[in-house]
């Protein structure tokens, strides 16, 4: 079993800049990808940025060239620095781990509010 708890929330202008963490325990050796999305009132979770146990990343289109997504498994975390942000960028966004029998692990989420 593993945990995830988010924070780096918050509300920012557009154009400004956020780091969401997450702190992974638990099991935390079963973790193979991690990844962050986010879901905004009316519309479908999506994928916003993974990253695999490697090192390798994804990120959806929207977000390409402004968010990046880093690792550190020494302290069990996942890092999304934002920048340049979009009222669009407005959403929960949510921690998750995949382990290697590919179980999904989730955060509460934390929330991201971009004024304009």
């Known amino acids: 079993q593993v945990q995830l708890v988010e924070s780096g929330g918050g509300l920012v202008q557009a154009g400004g800049s956020l780091r969401l963490s997450c702190v992974a325990s638990?099991?935390?050796?079963?973790?193979?990808?991690r990844g962050w999305y986010r879901q905004a009132p009316g519309k479908q979770r999506e994928l916003v940025a993974l990253?695999?146990?490697?090192?390798?990343?994804t990120y959806a289109d929207s977000v390409k060239g402004r968010f990046t997504i880093s690792r550190d498994n020494a302290k069990n975390t996942v890092y999304l620095q934002m920048n340049n942000l979009k009222p669009e960028d407005t959403a929960v966004y949510y921690c998750?781990?995949?382990?290697?029998?590919?179980?999904?692990?989730w955060g509460k989420g934390t929330l991201v509010t971009v004024s304009s």
């Open positions: 638990g099991n935390i050796f079963s973790i193979n990808d």
């Open positions: 998750n781990a995949i382990s290697y029998h590919f179980i999904n692990y």
């Open positions: 990253i695999t146990n490697g090192g390798s990343t």
